[in-house]
């Protein structure tokens, strides 16, 4: 709804999310905003889930895990 209603700057979002997945919700994101800017937040470390991400249209992908 914030997305939609405009003035996101960038969208922080977690990979797991109620209900739907936040990949389901970048896609989603993407295809109201060609141009929406999502940093994605996950406990997933692996590179294929990255390319997964990245692909989905994320401008960033930074794991749970990493360092300052």
């Given at each position: ?22 990949l389901d919700a970048l ?42």
């Amino acid at each position: 709804d914030l997305v939609r209603a405009g003035g996101i700057d960038v969208v922080v979002m977690d990979m797991l999310l109620p209900g739907a997945s936040g990949l389901d919700a970048l896609r989603h994101i993407r295809q109201r905003d060609a141009d929406a800017r999502v940093l994605m937040v996950t406990m997933h470390s692996g590179a294929s889930m990255a390319l997964k991400v990245l692909e989905a249209g994320a401008w960033g992908y930074v794991t749970k895990s990493s360092g300052p």
